[in-house]
T-cell receptor, first 113, second 107 residues
């Protein structure tokens, strides 16, 4: 199993600013992902964080808005850039080793005012 | 695109009653399907996956390729089963989630 720590757990930010969310896994995993869960909705995959290379983004998400880093096998960051109230959401980090189950962080609840 | 559909956003049953949470997926080859659960104030966690064919906390889910369904069932619901349940499908290592069903088990 893997334990995922995310921080911050919540934040309230001014529009136009940026927030970087950190994700630390306690074991080496092959895949790391970032999801968004908007109020009352399901999880939507933002991107796959690739170690040492650019993240792979899903349709509707772009690097300029959601830059992602993954410098090693156990750590990744997601930045929400130039925030607007529409970015208010829960952001979740997930990790998977091969075809094992996916593990999730506790989420970061972001409110943009 | 892979799609996972959970037609019921809310489901309410009484303790001891059977419960079935529905999940349908878009057909494409041999799917790899999961049920995830999120209890109040806890993180999302795996409940079961179809390839393991096991029963977890009394829940089972059978893959029906003919109906492209993977419904989650429990014969006797307990109050502690109240949670948000997500059906998910793997595409490579990526997961696509259904909309989720909020299950409430009333005493």
């Amino acid at each position: 199993s893997a334990v995922i720590s995310q921080k911050p757990s919540r934040d309230i930010c001014q529009r136009g600013t940026s927030l970087t969310i950190q994700c630390q896994v306690d074991s080496q995993v092959t895949m790391m992902f970032w999801y968004r869960q908007q109020p009352g909705q399901s999880l939507t995959l933002i991107a796959t964080a690739n170690q040492g290379s650019e993240a792979t983004y899903e349709s509707g998400f772009v690097i300029d808005k959601f830059p992602i880093s993954r410098p090693n096998l156990t750590f990744s960051t997601l930045t929400v850039s130039n925030m607007s109230p529409e970015d208010s959401s829960i952001y979740l980090c997930s990790a998977r080793a091969g075809n094992t189950e996916a593990f999730f962080g506790q989420g970061t609840r972001l409110t943009v005012v | 695109a892979q799609r996972v559909t959970q037609p019921e956003k809310l489901l309410s049953v009484f303790k001891g009653a059977p419960v079935e949470l529905k999940c349908n997926y878009s057909y494409s080859g041999s799917p790899e399907l999961f049920w995830y659960v999120q209890y109040s104030r806890q993180r999302l966690q795996l409940l079961l996956r179809h390839i393991s064919r096991e029963s977890i906390k009394g829940f089972t889910a059978d893959l029906n390729k003919g109906e492209t369904s993977f419904h989650l069932k429990k014969p006797f619901a307990q109050e502690e089963d109240s949670a948000m349940y997500y059906c998910a499908r793997a595409s490579g290592s990526r997961l696509t989630f259904g909309e989720g069903t909020q299950l409430t088990v009333n005493p």
